[in-house]
């Protein structure tokens, strides 16, 4: 079959979008839903991801992609804080509060500066950007590693980045009574990084030896992902986070084996109208789409609200994009 957008897998890129409705789950899941839903898949599988397809055999090439790398994700990072900072500036007046506590919330309260550099967990709307910053970071290290000839690091940087993250989530969780740990680990140095580093070592070594082989990861994969959603439920031991985190991260390896393993089909329909980067932005907007929705209805039903706002962030998206395209296809008749 014919390959198109320089041969992107569009059934992963679809994928994506089902690890966004698992992103929304997770945040919009609450003391009001008798089902909380944590299912834990989703943002490994998108450290991964970028690991993987990070990779090539060819050095200077690799150079180049290390640092597109770094453009993309600073890209990303800046829209999402530009998004955010703007809708929280008009929420602030929605809300009844003045610019003095909207400055006060943003720059003092949640510490910036060491969300950026921590990525301690903040409280204002677009909380999700801790992931954008922690990619970005993640990007930096790649780079460096790239740059320097030290990729070998990597051997030592997943067990001991993913050790440091067990310790704290798991030992210091049980023993010292506190999540603080974990909130300062869930980040790019503890998290991001050797899920990163993982991807990028599963694409280095080439698992997919015979084609067949994905059929296994599929199965091995699925097992994970319902062992992490149905171990919160049945087993419910003190250091379940710890658990899931183990199966996610497990069931993410798996499963883009998977779709690394299936053929690309002709996706010229798909890349024109919705683009590649639908899943992102989706991401990007949810929480703001969330808290709009909030003020006009109200979803007894978990799955069906996080539904609803995976419509409608891709609807902004969608309409974003195809003005767009609109945009430039009048820019070429000009031109002509």
């Known amino acids: 079959m014919e390959i198109f957008s320089k041969g992107r897998n569009v059934y992963l890129d679809l994928f994506k979008f089902f690890l966004c ?20 898949l989703a943002v490994p599988m998108f450290f991964i991801i970028s690991g993987y397809f ?15 790398f770094i453009k993309r994700t600073a890209k990303y990072m800046i829209v999402g804080f530009l998004i955010y900072i703007v809708f929280d500036f008009i929420m602030c007046f929605v809300e009844g509060h003045g610019v003095g506590y909207y400055f006060t919330t943003l720059f003092y309260e949640d510490f910036l500066l060491e969300f950026v550099f921590l990525n301690r967990p903040i409280t204002y709307t677009g909380a999700q950007l801790w992931f954008l910053i922690a990619l970005f970071v993640v990007s930096f ?6 740059k320097f000839n030290k990729l070998h690091y990597y051997k030592i940087i997943i067990p001991a980045c993913y050790a440091i993250y067990f310790f704290f989530a798991g030992y210091m969780y049980l023993f010292q009574d506190t999540d603080m740990p974990i909130r300062y680990t869930r980040n ?16 280095k070594f080439n698992f997919h030896k015979r084609s067949w082989y994905k059929y296994i990861y599929l199965v091995i994969g699925v097992l994970f992902y ?9 087993i419910r031991t003190e250091n379940i986070s710890l658990e899931m985190y183990v199966s996610s991260v497990l069931s993410a390896m798996f499963l883009l084996q998977f779709f690394v393993g299936i ?15 639908g899943p992102f932005y989706v991401y990007i907007f949810h929480m703001a789409v969330a808290v709009v929705l909030s003020k006009f209805f109200s979803f007894p039903n978990l799955m069906l609200k996080c539904a609803v706002v995976l419509a409608v962030s ?23």
């Open 141 to 146: 290290i790649h780079y460096g590693l790239v």
């Open 21 to 40: 409705f698992l992103v929304i789950a997770i945040h919009l899941a609450g003391e009001s839903y008798s089902h909380f839903p944590l299912y834990r």
């Open 226 to 234: 319902f062992l992490q959603v149905s171990e919160y439920k049945i």
């Open 314 to 336: 891709f609807a902004i998206y969608e309409t974003v994009y195809l003005l767009s395209l609109l945009r430039r296809h009048a820019k070429a008749k000009k031109t002509v």
């Open 263 to 277: 053929k690309r089909a002709d996706c010229r329909f798909y890349y024109k109208w919705v683009g590649k980067n």
């Open 54 to 68: 990070n990779y090539t055999s060819d050095a200077a090439c690799l150079e180049k992609k290390s640092l597109a």
């Open 188 to 203: 790019a140095w503890f998290f991001g990084l050797p899920n990163f580093a993982l991807g990028f070592t599963l694409a």
